[in-house]
Structure formats: structure tokens, C-alpha cells
């Protein structure tokens, strides 16, 4: 009888941050690699350690301990440790497709630096994986992956055959008892033995005669077990049925079976034998909302609008790095999920606003690059995505005409009074304010004349619109605090010159993608007209889309379908990882009373705003797990309809002062749905109406977007809002399917645990039960998305909706023309624009099941993997196969 192979991979798998905040975490981490350098280094028979296959440990140990850089690249070198391929081990559905791209493409730099990357994308913790991974992995060159979480009832093996959409696959090792399956190994031979003996009856129905069995030596933060090397040797030497080396994951999945495996195709979201934990996609909405916001403003708007409008000796790549650091640590399972501690969390949204901070700084320097290059002045308009599109637009204008009837006026100031007199003491106290230009929102100082004679000292300050670059306002400070310092007792006459402003709204003509515009508003062919009927009704309509508002539930019909924005809130007694409802739950889902008020008229922009008031339970009670108590809740609701836009949006606001529950949005299915199609990293994927799950956890069909979710004729395009379920289920009489007829979206989750023990949807903990504060996001709630229905494309919605036009003032001067394109791209999704090297770098996509032709007018380039190594040159474009991701790099002009 042939031994069965045992590989025992010994490693640590390391949360960055957790239930408890990261530099504790760290400080536990730099006296585990301590000992891991010292014990490789005396002890040859410990053969190797696995780091977790992320950089950021090693990193986060570096920069305490820099001096053992070299000990690191020494074992790297000799084979001894493995490193990469990840920046960090992130979650795959919480953040963007670009972001996951980052983390890879970061991690494998790093991981070369040191010596070079482990050759397997090692995916133990993740909660699921997106459809697109095994194209992502091999677009980096990797063959290989390893996972735990996710896999279906269908995959009967330790090992299958994971296909993308595009027909991309990658060998997947499948951890069938999880990446802990052999941690805290015995110290005595016998003891071992019969660990793995019992560890073989427990996977040996997902193992061939002659598979090896693999062994995960380690655990969460654990260190390395010394002994190993001994131990396993004695083991060797006392029996035969089983052969053990310990090794590598590259080494055992050389030698792993690679034959007739079975196949999945798609994203890996079963709890059919290990928790999918799917909860975290609704916790802590605050998070989510920080995390799409602030890859928004670094995708999709800092990174390209530097990348097309700097000089390429002006990219700005330490921000970038910075900022794309920020939001790569983020993407740390338990940091983006927020299944941490308080001190976790907060820390995430201090790195999300400073990486959007950056992004800020950033739009603005390309805006300003743009004003300065501009032959006439005024203001102009950006468009930032890749398609030719108008929209709305929020300008100031000047003048004492009225405005036009494509034009709608939000504010109006007429001009300051001419002149008045002030004490000098007013006027330090007045300057000591000035700082810089800028006036408010809508006016700069354009102009400052100083003159005095023997009756005092006149100032006048011309006030307009548009910034001037070369007004000395420190130095006229510095000229009128020295005057006044010399005639103290003067009196000072301001004369203010300011023309009348209005601040407006108008929907631009059309800006060529990627391309500006001089502001020129647009005709309206679809204006939004309100109408109040007799009893009371109030109507939005633009032709495109027809909205009534009903005063008694204060829900809206869209096109005659009832009931959008109906609110539902019940009970939650479960914990950051898992929505569970209450053994005794109360569902609220009609206010006590409704108030509607136009707050907008039109013709560009109507909005009506509906107040409702709501009595919510304050708690669930642990002891009888009940809603017990009562708290008045008003909740604000904007519907809003703009000219030429066949969207409603709609914005959500309340202060949240319960506990334990969740509050969703019901939005009426035009048509039964029989499935959902949401949009996750570089794909769009179709869900049925379960989920598969087991006594351990629930299967509830909870599920992520990105940025939207179509079903049964309706798009929803969301502002991080990821939860939705498809619910109010029937079955068909003829055909026997079932469907739904309502999307739920998840607009809140409060809980007050990490975890807990007992739920009803998971019985045993996910962690450990630690009570929270920020979990029961108590405080400001905003919730915003967007509706349409019918034959939508969700990719150009959710950049109307999300992306909105840019707007500059120009000085004039420059070379640039009014209108025109920086790249044409067209037959594929745009993910990234940026420079690498000096040249442009676009990753694209195709979400169709057909192949298309990526046109790159007049340009020519090479297609690149991950990383930059170059594969293929094209000219004009190039042809992308159905669900394929290219990344490519355009020669110079």
C-alpha cells in the first residue's frame, strides 16, 4: 500500500486589524516574526512558513524592525518563506474591482522587491469571491488559487476547475475544514497520528485513493510551532500509511491532482459548508458609503482628470500612491466589512477621508490646469467618464437680464451697497478674516485699489465671479495694515463693486467624453413640469417618467406603479457578521403621519419633499428577545426628477436614536423576477431568487452590489448601498416558479455586537462577543439612490447618477479650444485611466456575452498584464472577448 502523502504548510493568517486595533495587533505580529527569523535560522528541519500570502505583514513588521529586511530576502531567496501575491487579503464584493486590481498589482511589486511572489492567489477568509477572480489571477500570471468560504454543495472535491465568465479558469484548492485545519499540532508523534487520522475521516469523502491530504499548520495570530521539524520526522519514522514533508503551497500544488476536475463557473457565495457571513454587507452602511465615495473621487475622477489634463512631469504620483494606499489597507476583510471594534472602524474612516481628501485636492489642480489652458474665458464644463454626454449643471452667472427658460435660478444676490464708512479698528479686524481671494461659494476678489488723502483712505474691491490669479491680496493686506497703523484715527471708505449673481441650474449640451466644454445650457425638450390637482396631489413629470406622490402612506408611483419608497424597519438581533431577526419582532412599515412640500418647481430640477413620522421599538431585550420600548422617528424623504433624465433620485435622511434593527426600502418590481442582475468587479452577475446555506447559517439571499441591481424591469443605482433581496415571493400556477415582486434595499443595520452566540440565522459565534457602540450607528443617517425602469444601460446610469459633470472658470490665455476630447475610448467599459512610465494606462471591460471591438481612434499601444509586462501591439483598437478584462498602454502623441 502506497503512504499517503501529507503536506503540512505551517503559517500564520494575520487580520491587520480586528477585535482589537491594529498597532496592538502589530506589536503581537513583530513578536511572532521575531521568533518565526530566529527559529528558521537555527533550525533548518523547519522548512518553511507561509506569510499569510500578504505583504502588508511584512511591511507593518518592517517598518518596527527595518533592519531585518535582509534575513527576509535571505530565506525568500533560499525558497524558506513565501510573500505575496496580495497587498492584503481584501473582501472581494465590499470594494471595486480597481481596488481589488491595485491590491494585486501592489502586492506583486512588493512581494519582487523581496525577493519575489508566491505563484498562488491565496484566498483562505474572504467572505465569497467575485465571478472575475480566475481571470484577474491569470491576467497576473497566476495558475493557482486556494479558498475556503464560498465554495457550493456541487464542488465534491478538495480541488476544481474555476472558470470567469470569460472562460478563464485557475485550479482551485479547496480548504475543505478552513486554512486552520492543522492548526495547534500535537508535539508527540503519536498524538499526531492520530490527528490525522481522524482529520483524513473528516475530508476523506473529497479525496481520491491517492490524493495527499493538505494540512494548514496555523491559525489567526498564531506563531510557528518549533517542534514540527521533529515531530513530523518521528512520525516518518514510526508508520507507513502516511508520508509527511512540510513545504510550501507552490511545492504541494505541484504534485496535487490536476485531472478530471470538476468545474464552477462564477462567483463562489454558498454557505453550504462554511459560514458566507453575509450580513457584512449591510453593517455599518457608513463604511460603505465612505468606501464608494472615496474610490469614486480617486477612479473616477482624481486619477483620470490628472492623467489627461497634467503634463506627464505633473502626475501627481506620491498622492496617488498615498491615497490608493489608504484605500488598499481598507480593503482588509474585517476592515471594509467592519466586523471590528469601534477603534477599527473609526480608524477606516479617518483613511477613507484622507484618501479622498488627496482626490479632492487633486480634481481641483486638474480643473485649475484646464482653466489655464482655455483661449477665451468663462466657465466650462468636464465631462470625466469616457461617453459623450450633457447633464445637469450648477453655474453662477452674472448680469441684471433675466435668465433664460432653459435656465432655473436656485439663488440670487443683487449688488452690494456702493460704499460705506468704518472705523479703522473695524477694518484690521475685517482683514485679520481675508484669506486669500475667494469671497464665498460664488465670487472672488477680482481687483483692489488702495488711495488715501487728508479725509481718510478709500478702498475699493471689485468683486466678481471668476478667480484672478494676480491679485496680491497678502500684500494689499500688509499695505492697508501699515496705512492704518500710521493714521489710526482715519476713517476708512469701502467701496464695493459687485454686479448682480445668480447662482443656476441648467442641463449642459453635450461634452465629449473624457473632454470639456465651454458652459452652453441646453434647450429643454424634456422639461419637469409639478402639478398640485384639487385634492391635493402633487405630480413630477418630464415625459420621460412620471412621478405621484401619495400623501397618505408618503410612498411615489413611477409611471402608475404604486408604492416605491415604502419603508420597513424590524427588529435585528444579530451581530456585525449576520442579520437575525428577533424571536418576537415588530414590523413598522406605515408612518403616522405624512407631510409633502414642493421644494422645487422646475423646469430643470423639481424636488418634493415628504415627511413622515414614525413610532420604531428602541431595543431588542436580550433576555426575552423582544422589541420593547418606543422612540418618534422623522424621516425626510427628496424625490427629485431632472429635465432629459428618465432617473428619479431619491435621498433618504433621519436621525437613527434606535437599537437592533434594520430598515430597508421596498421598491415594486415592474415585472415578476425570477432573478437579479448586479453589478460586482468588471462583470454583472445573475442571482436566484436563494441562497444555499445549512443549519449553521442560514441561506439568506442577501446579497452585494456595486453600484447597481436590475430585476424585473427596474434599475437601481445606489450610493454604497450594497444589501438587496428580492422578496414578496409567489409561484407561478402554470410554470411553478417562483418570483419575486419587490427589491429590497438595505438603508440601515444597527446591532450591538461583534458577534453573538444564539441567533436564530447562526447559532455559534463568528468571533469574538464583544459588545459595540458604533455597530448601532446611532446619530445622522443619509441613504441616496436612483430608479428607472425599463431598457436601461446601468453602466451610463450609474455614471449619470454618480459621476456628475465637473465645473471650472477659465482665465483665458491658453491654447486649449472650447470643446474637445483628451481619449476616445468606445466598445468597452472604462475601469482606470492613469500614467505609468510616462504613458497612458487604460484598463477596459466587456460585460457582454459578445465580443467587441475596443476603438482607439488615431492611437496606437501595446496590451499589458498586470504589472506592465507587455503582450501585443495594436493600432485603432483592438478585439475583447466576451466578459474580458484588457489593460493597455497608448504610445506618445
Known amino acids: 500500500m502506497t503512504a499517503r502523502r501529507v503536506a503540512i504548510v505551517p503559517h500564520t493568517h494575520w487580520d491587520r486589524e480586528w477585535y482589537e486595533p491594529f498597532q496592538a495587533f502589530r506589536m503581537r505580529l513583530v513578536e511572532v516574526i521575531d521568533g518565526l527569523l530566529d527559529l528558521m535560522e537555527r533550525d533548518s528541519s523547519y522548512r518553511h512558513f507561509l506569510l499569510d500570502g500578504q505583504t502588508a505583514l511584512v511591511d507593518d513588521y518592517l517598518a518596527i524592525r527595518p533592519d531585518a529586511v535582509g534575513r527576509l530576502q535571505n530565506l525568500r531567496a533560499s525558497g524558506r518563506v513565501s510573500i505575496g501575491p496580495f497587498s492584503i487579503l481584501m473582501d472581494e464584493f465590499l470594494v471595486s474591482g480597481e481596488t481589488i486590481v491595485r491590491n494585486l498589482e501592489s502586492g506583486l511589486r512588493r512581494a519582487d522587491e523581496l525577493g519575489g511572489s508566491m505563484a498562488v492567489g491565496y484566498l483562505p477568509d474572504m467572505f465569497g469571491h467575485i465571478a472575475q477572480m480566475p481571470q484577474l489571477l491569470r491576467l497576473a500570471g497566476i495558475e493557482h488559487a486556494v479558498v475556503w468560504r464560498g465554495v457550493p454543495s456541487d464542488v465534491d472535491r478538495t480541488a476544481f476547475r474555476w472558470r470567469a465568465p470569460d472562460g478563464s479558469d485557475v485550479r482551485a484548492e479547496y480548504l475543505v475544514a478552513g486554512y486552520g485545519n492543522g492548526a495547534a499540532l500535537p508535539d508527540d508523534a503519536k498524538a499526531l497520528l492520530r490527528r490525522l487520522d481522524n482529520h483524513l475521516e473528516e475530508v476523506g469523502p ?93 477612479e473616477r475622477l482624481a486619477e483620470p482628470l490628472s492623467a489627461l489634463f497634467l503634463d506627464a512631469a505633473n502626475w501627481p504620483a506620491p498622492y496617488l500612491e498615498l491615497a490608493w494606499t489608504e484605500l488598499v489597507r481598507n480593503a482588509a476583510h474585517d476592515s471594509i466589512c467592519a466586523c471590528s471594534v ?107 485699489a488702495i488711495d488715501e488723502d487728508a479725509s481718510g483712505i478709500d478702498l475699493t474691491v471689485v468683486i466678481g465671479t471668476r478667480p484672478r490669479r494676480d491679485v496680491p491680496i497678502e500684500e494689499l493686506k500688509r499695505d492697508l495694515f501699515t496705512r492704518l497703523a500710521v493714521r489710526p484715527e482715519s476713517e476708512v471708505r469701502l467701496h464695493l463693486d459687485q454686479p448682480p449673481i445668480r447662482r443656476v441650474l441648467a442641463v449642459q449640451r453635450t461634452v465629449p467624453g473624457f473632454g470639456w466644454s465651454r458652459f452652453a445650457p441646453a434647450p429643454l425638450f424634456h422639461p419637469v413640469r409639478v402639478n398640485h390637482d384639487p385634492e391635493g396631489t402633487i405630480t413630477m413629470s418630464n415625459d420621460l417618467v412620471t412621478v405621484t406622490v401619495d400623501r397618505l402612506s408618503g410612498t411615489f408611483s413611477m409611471d402608475g406603479t404604486p408604492g416605491y419608497g415604502a419603508l420597513v424597519d424590524g427588529g435585528d438581533h444579530g451581530d456585525t457578521y449576520n442579520y437575525s431577526p428577533p424571536a418576537h419582532d415588530v414590523t413598522v412599515d406605515h408612518p403616522g403621519a405624512v407631510e409633502v412640500a414642493v421644494e422645487e418647481e422646475g423646469p430643470v430640477r423639481a424636488r418634493v419633499s415628504v415627511i413622515a413620522d414614525y413610532t420604531w421599538p428602541y431595543r431588542v431585550d436580550d433576555t426575552t428577545r423582544s422589541r420593547i420600548g418606543e422612540r418618534p422617528v422623522r424621516i425626510t424623504t427628496t424625490i427629485e426628477l431632472q429635465a432629459e433624465e428618465a432617473s428619479v433620485r431619491v435621498d433618504h435622511q433621519f436621525v437613527n436614536v434606535c437599537r437592533d434593527h434594520r430598515l ?230
Open 206 to 298: 473529497f479525496l481520491g485513493a491517492d490524493d495527499p491530504l493538505l494540512v494548514m499548520n496555523g491559525s489567526d495570530h498564531l506563531p510557528p510551532q518549533p517542534w514540527l521539524g521533529r515531530v513530523v520526522d518521528e512520525v516518518n519514522r514510526m508508520q507507513s500509511a502516511y508520508e509527511l514533508t512540510v513545504c510550501s503551497l507552490p511545492e504541494y500544488l505541484e504534485h496535487a491532482p490536476n485531472g478530471a476536475l470538476p468545474e464552477w463557473r462564477g462567483e463562489l457565495r454558498s454557505g453550504a459548508r462554511a459560514n458566507m457571513l453575509m450580513g457584512v454587507s449591510s453593517n455599518r452602511l457608513d463604511v460603505r458609503r465612505a468606501a464608494a465615495r472615496t474610490e469614486r473621487m480617486i
Open 342 to 448: 469601534d477603534e477599527v472602524v473609526d480608524a477606516v474612516l479617518h483613511r477613507y477621508a484622507e484618501a479622498r481628501q488627496i482626490g479632492e485636492g487633486l480634481v481641483r489642480r486638474a480643473i485649475d490646469a484646464i482653466s489655464c489652458s482655455m483661449t477665451g474665458a468663462g466657465t466650462f464644463v468636464v465631462n470625466p467618464t469616457q461617453a459623450d454626454r450633457g447633464g445637469l449643471v450648477e453655474v453662477v452667472v452674472t448680469g441684471d437680464e433675466p435668465p433664460g427658460a432653459c435656465v432655473q435660478v436656485l439663488s440670487e444676490r443683487f449688488a452690494l451697497p456702493d460704499s460705506m464708512t468704518m472705523s479703522t479698528e473695524t477694518v484690521r479686524n475685517l482683514i485679520g478674516l481675508v484669506q486669500g481671494s475667494r469671497v464665498d461659494r460664488d465670487t472672488y476678489v477680482t481687483d483692489v
Open 664 to 893: 430597508r426600502v421596498h421598491l415594486p418590481l415592474p415585472e415578476p423576477a425570477r432573478q437579479s442582475r448586479a453589478e460586482c468587479a468588471f462583470a454583472v452577475v445573475e442571482r436566484a431568487l436563494v441562497a444555499e446555506g445549512r443549519s449553521g447559517e442560514l441561506g439568506l439571499p442577501t446579497f452585494p452590489s456595486r453600484r447597481f441591481v436590475s430585476a424585473g424591469g427596474l434599475t437601481v443605482v445606489h450610493d454604497g448601498l450594497p444589501e438587496y433581496e428580492l422578496v414578496d415571493i409567489t409561484v407561478d400556477p402554470t410554470s411553478g416558479e417562483q418570483r419575486a415582486g419587490t427589491l429590497a434595499l438595505t438603508l440601515l443595520r444597527s446591532t450591538g455586537m461583534l458577534s453573538r452566540l444564539g441567533m436564530s440565522n447562526r447559532p455559534l459565534p463568528a468571533g469574538p462577543l464583544i459588545p459595540l457602540e458604533g455597530s448601532q450607528c446611532l446619530g445622522p443617517i443619509r441613504a441616496t439612490y436612483a430608479l428607472a425602469t425599463g431598457d436601461v444601460d446601468p453602466y451610463r446610469m450609474a455614471d449619470d447618477v454618480l459621476v456628475p459633470l465637473a465645473v471650472g472658470t477659465a482665465t483665458g490665455g491658453g491654447t486649449r479650444f472650447q470643446t474637445g476630447s483628451t481619449l476616445i475610448i468606445r466598445g468597452a467599459e472604462v475601469s482606470a485611466v492613469r500614467r505609468c512610465g510616462g504613458l497612458l494606462e487604460v484598463r477596459v471591460f466587456n460585460p457582454t456575452a459578445t465580443t467587441t471591438t475596443v476603438e482607439v481612434p488615431d492611437r496606437t499601444g501595446w496590451l499589458v498584464g498586470l504589472g506592465g509586462r507587455p503582450l501585443a501591439p495594436f493600432a485603432a483598437g483592438f478585439d475583447l472577448r466576451a466578459f474580458g478584462i484588457a489593460t493597455f498602454r497608448l504610445d506618445p502623441d
